[in-house]
């Protein structure tokens, strides 16, 4: 064994090749953030949600390419996920359960317009506030994504962001979203990840 010490970005020191000594372990991480701080879990949509099609809802860029052959080692795709549309319940309390103050979801776009454009797809938008209800009933904050990568298929078909028109339809998708959620939601992201 090394006779090596390594500092980890926590402030702990351990020799390199030994197991640490769980008594001298930096406990104060939680004194490192400061008051307020508020800590959360994150998902996107098309990786949680499954059930792409579900009521109504219309095929994404990503729900099309994972099922087109040989793009995904294996054949995987985001049809089941983690059930979340269906176990959103039981997420809210596992997320309860963690202690957590907030949760950062992102909303399927083509759930709530199956073509990006045009009526709302009502049952895909009572997903969503459903969700928002049951986190705030727990105390847990919602932090929601509008765009996390997964496009309705229509708009990628029509260029997605290469054509302007998607531009637009997000400004529409956008109102609609703000105004079924704000309130509840007081926390917006336009895109992950920029």
């Excluded at 928002?132 to 997605?160: C, F, K, S």
Aim: aromatic share 10%; proline share 7%; with cysteine.
């Amino acid at each position: 064994m090394r006779n090596t010490t390594t500092p980890s970005p926590c402030g702990t020191t351990w020799r390199v090749g030994a197991r640490p000594d769980p008594s001298t372990r930096d406990r104060s991480l939680s004194t490192r953030f400061p008051d307020g701080f508020t800590w959360g879990v994150a998902t996107s949509a098309y990786q949680i949600e499954g059930a792409p099609l579900a009521d109504g809802a219309g095929p994404s860029n990503w729900h099309r390419f994972a099922h087109q052959p040989g793009r995904i080692l294996g054949g995987d795709h985001g049809d089941v996920a983690c059930d979340h549309y269906h176990r959103w319940r039981e997420d809210i309390e596992l997320i309860h359960r963690l202690g957590v103050g907030a949760y950062r979801f992102s909303i399927n776009w083509a759930r709530v317009q199956p073509t990006g454009k045009g009526p709302v797809n009502a049952k895909g938008l009572d997903f969503y506030r459903r969700l928002v209800e049951g986190l705030r009933a727990r105390g847990i904050r919602p932090w929601v994504t509008l765009h996390h990568w997964d496009l309705p298929a229509a708009l990628e078909d029509a260029g997605g962001w290469l054509n302007r028109d998607t531009a637009l339809r997000f400004a529409d998708f956008t109102e609609i979203m703000a105004g079924a959620l704000d309130g509840p939601v007081e926390d917006w992201c336009t895109f992950n990840e920029p």
